[in-house]
C-alpha cells in the first residue's frame, strides 16, 4: 500500500492506495469520489470494472495526485458506483508516470518518477 493524496481543487483526501501492476486503470471507490466533490454524471458512466460482482459502472475522472514527497501529478481514474473496489493504482496511468520497483524478499517497493 502506498500513501497518497488526492485532490480536486480545494478538497483532498488521504489514503493507502494499492499498487496493482494487473490493473488497467487506476479505480477510484464512490464514497472517495463523493469526498473529493466529484458529481455523478450518468451519460460519462460508459466503462465497466471487471473484478466487481456486479461490474460496477465507472465514470473518467481526474484527480491530482501526490505519493510521498514525490511530485504531484494530475492522473486519470475509473470512478466506480460502488465501494466494493479498492483505491487502485494501475497502468494507466501512474505506473506511465513512474517508475516503481518491488523487493518482494523484503516485502518492500520504492516508487520514484519516470526518467524524462
Known sequence: MLPVRLSVGDAFIERPALLDTGADVNVLPWSLGVA?????REEK???RIKGVPSGAAAMPVLVKLTAGTLQ???QAFAWCDSDAVPLVL??????MEFDVCFFRSRLEFSVVPKAR
Not at 473529493?36 to 455523478?40: D, N, P, T, V
Not at 494501475?90 to 505506473?95: D, E, I, M, S, V
Open 72 to 74: 504531484s501529478v494530475t
Open 45 to 47: 458512466a460508459t466503462l
Open 36 to 40: 473529493l466533490g466529484l458529481e455523478w
Open 90 to 95: 494501475g497502468q494507466t496511468n501512474f505506473f
